[in-house]
């Protein structure tokens, strides 16, 4: 089965922060991706912005060395790309000056076009940019603006972004992109919730055990030591990949798919989360914070000489047993567990059901494993479903674990898409459904803020854990002192 492409009306796209790192790793071939697939519609424009004096032309080389460096040589198609370059053009403009907004107005002109700008720039500089984009008068009412975590760093300060951003386009005009939520498999999530009536009976505390959200990076720092040690594990993916994740997983069923009827779902979830602060934070929390090991093959150095500063008490790990306070998750416990210079790189969630109440086979049948169901988001997107058999042969009743495993790169022979190239049509189709609300943000932050402090009030310090291997000691007694153990089949 092929998947159909229907291409989006014109738009024109204006990327602030164009020579960066985001928009020359993921933006830039993502749309790319989408021009070869024919989703763009004439005359679609992409316009670059930053403060690097740049001509049209030498924008255009470097669009074309980032899309030779991230795009697969077997995806380039010369026409294409030369079709797609001659949609792109630049315009050097400081958001902290205004110069250049009236050049930029200039460029857009009087355009029928959707109009969506990318804000793919320090959360510091939202505000100005918004500010010269209103001030210049470059914003049509219909106009969207997209925006990359973090959304601050606090409720407080996220509140002060949102209000920055707020002054100049109301709500249903956001778009505050995490990228995870892009991605085939998590989508696949609702599916396999929604669209199926073997799942969704099944769903609550009278048949989930528990469930475990893992999504381990094998890279250090990689550039992000400025961001990142002002950050660390919690502020940068539990705060809003994890926790959107565990929103997927646990949230009711909407109404329908309408934007407001899932966020709303999912908001809900938010609220219901129980509460860790000074009373049990030493209990269901684990930081971390890795030392010298081997990872991706060779020997690697550890986060405190990565900084070059030894005094740093920023997580690179954490685990956390979070529970939700409602009817279906009563007594359902989920452990969510993210670091760096980890084991492998893997992003995944397993479903651990219960287990059969009474066994009839006896003891020569051997050990019968619980059912689980395990969402593979990256690498080697895919769904297994484990369960019991008899072991096929003669001798009599043996059982044996097997996984009945959809591999999204056996089963559907074409490429999948990035997750960039998903949610920036999104937001030309004006489809906010995989995009955060302001008060689901504010809801995220408002959990995650007394973890923060309850670990500077008990002096929670990070606990050291060798690169290359599954976080600190401490995240492993955090899940079997309740009988319980991480996933590791990968």
């Not at 094998?218 to 594990?233: I, P, Q």
């Not at 019991?388 to 056996?410: H, N, T, V």
């Not at 190239?421 to 007394?450: C, H, K, S, Y």
Request: glycine share 8%; with cysteine; proline share 4%.
């Amino acid at each position: 089965m092929t998947s159909q492409t229907i291409p989006v009306e014109p738009f024109d796209l204006v990327v602030f922060g164009a020579t960066g790192d985001l928009c020359e790793r993921k933006l830039l071939p993502a749309l790319y991706q989408r021009q070869r697939a024919g989703q763009f519609s004439e005359p679609t424009r992409i316009i670059g912005s930053s403060r690097s004096e740049l001509s049209d032309d030498q924008y255009r080389s470097f669009a074309l060395d980032a899309i030779k460096a991230h795009v697969a040589k077997a995806e380039i198609d010369n026409r294409e790309l030369d079709r797609f370059l001659t949609r792109v053009s630049y315009v050097s403009a400081d958001a902290t000056t205004g110069r250049g907004f009236k050049e930029l107005k200039a460029a857009i002109g009087d355009s029928a076009n959707v109009r969506a700008f990318y804000l793919a720039v320090a959360p510091s500089l939202f505000g100005s940019i918004v500010a010269q984009i209103d001030a210049h008068h470059i914003a049509t009412p219909t106009s969207r603006v997209i925006v990359e975590k973090p959304i601050g760093r606090s409720l407080e300060t996220a509140r002060e972004v949102n209000d920055s951003i707020g002054r100049v386009f109301d709500e249903a005009r956001i778009f505050r992109i995490d990228h995870y939520l892009g991605k085939e498999t998590v989508q696949n999530l609702m599916a396999l919730r929604f669209a199926n009536a073997l799942y969704e009976p099944l769903w609550n505390s009278a048949h989930v055990d528990h469930v475990q959200i893992t999504v381990a990076e094998s890279v250090g720092l990689e550039g992000r030591a400025g961001y990142y040690d002002k950050a660390g594990a919690l502020r940068d993916m539990v705060q809003n990949h994890m926790l959107q994740l565990l929103c997927l997983v646990a949230m009711e069923v909407p109404a329908s798919l309408d934007a407001d009827a899932v966020r709303d779902e999912k908001l809900k979830v938010l609220r219901a989360l129980r509460p860790i602060n000074q009373l049990n934070s030493e209990r269901v929390t684990v930081r971390g914070q890795y030392r010298a090991g081997a990872s991706n093959g060779g020997a690697v150095k550890g986060y405190l000489e990565e900084l070059g500063n030894g005094g740093s008490d920023t997580e690179t790990f954490v685990a956390v047993k979070a529970e939700i306070g409602n009817w279906r998750w009563a007594d359902v416990p989920f452990y969510l567990r993210t670091g760096k210079r980890m084991a492998t790189r893997v992003s995944e969630i397993v479903i651990q059901f219960k287990p059969i109440p009474h066994s009839i086979f006896g003891d020569a049948a051997g050990r019968i494993f619980a059912n689980q169901l395990v969402i593979r988001l990256q690498p080697d997107e895919g769904v297994k479903q484990w369960i019991m058999i008899k072991d096929p042969g003669p001798g009599g009743m043996r059982l044996r674990q097997i996984p009945l495993d959809m591999s999204f790169a056996e089963s559907f022979h074409e490429r999948n898409p990035d997750a960039y190239e998903r949610l920036i049509m999104d937001v030309i189709r004006g489809n906010q459904t995989l995009f955060m609300r302001r008060d689901e943000v504010e809801a995220a932050w408002r959990w995650i803020d007394p973890i923060h402090a309850a670990w500077e009030e008990r002096s929670q310090s990070v606990q050291p854990y060798t690169a290359g291997t599954w976080g600190p000691s401490a995240s492993i007694a955090l899940i079997e002192r309740d009988g319980r153990t991480w996933h590791e089949s990968f």
